[in-house]
């Protein structure tokens, strides 16, 4: 999200929605919210998280003209499930000049102290009778996932039990996203068919569809996994993760 600000114009840029309630504005992104409030002493920065899970925040100001902002930029918190937190204000230096200032932000789901739990095996998200090709001898994606050549259609299963965070089946590609009991996030991402919602608490083994991309129509498709936490709301860390079959149930379809 990008935005120019002052009290005349709000320029609308990026994917965020604008949202005009007099003298506030607002701007979201999927569930988490940057609220602008005017008030006589100045331009209250709040932050909305309508999401079941912490997630992490950063704002950066910028080119700031006649104010002053009382928290160095860039801000980053950690906001709790369903909360609201004041990040910080901006004042006029000259009541009878405007206040004028440009800001981005975003936010990731987690918090910078989750933990990993070394000591977990991950199932392998797949049947491995029908992987095709590893990919996780490639130079590492950016996103620091496990990646493999799939059928269309392989059934995806669970690698580690937790709550659904986001399904983005109406996007390409398509991903979901699930918080692990230490508070470590997981991403799934290129899914045919999706059998899950957000809320749903799943267990290892669950089924969660089918591998499949929008834009591929060959036989075979690239699926990926990662484990990671924010380091703010704009970056990640991630996590090797080890893989194992056992407790696995046998996939009788393919």
Same mark, same amino acid.
């Given at each position: 999200c990008d935005e120019w600000w002052d009290p005349h114009k709000l320029l609308r840029q990026g994917a965020a929605r604008l949202i005009s309630i007099w003298h506030e504005e607002t701007t979201i992104s999927k569930n988490v919210y940057v609220v602008i409030r005017e008030k006589d002493d100045g331009h209250h920065f709040l932050i909305r998280n309508s999401t079941p899970c912490d997630v992490t925040v950063t704002i950066k100001l910028a080119d700031i003209e006649n104010g002053r902002s009382d928290a160095a930029s860039p801000w980053t918190k950690t906001l709790h499930p369903k909360s609201t937190l004041t990040a910080f204000r901006l004042t006029s230096n000259n009541s009878l000049e405007p206040l004028k200032y440009k800001y981005t932000w975003d936010w990731r789901y987690g918090t910078p102290d989750a933990i990993h739990d070394d000591s977990n095996n991950y199932l392998l998200p797949f049947d491995q009778r029908v992987l095709q090709e590893s990919l996780n001898g490639l130079p590492q994606n950016q996103d620091g996932s496990s990646r493999w050549c799939l059928p269309i259609g392989a059934a995806i299963r669970v690698a580690r039990e937790g709550k659904v965070l986001e399904v983005s089946s109406h996007t390409s590609p398509t991903q979901i996203v699930i918080k692990h009991g230490d508070g470590t996030i997981g991403s799934y991402r290129g899914f045919a068919d999706i059998t899950v @919602?957000? /809320?749903? @608490?799943?267990?290892r083994g669950d089924n969660l569809g089918e591998a499949g991309d929008k834009q591929v129509h060959g036989p075979v498709t690239v699926f990926y996994f990662w484990v990671w936490k924010p380091?703010? /709301?704009?970056?990640?860390?991630y996590f090797s993760v080890k893989?194992?079959?056992e407790g696995a149930v046998p996939n009788t379809s393919l």
């Open positions: @919602k957000p /809320g749903q @608490k799943v267990k380091i703010d /709301g704009e970056n990640e860390t893989f194992s079959t």
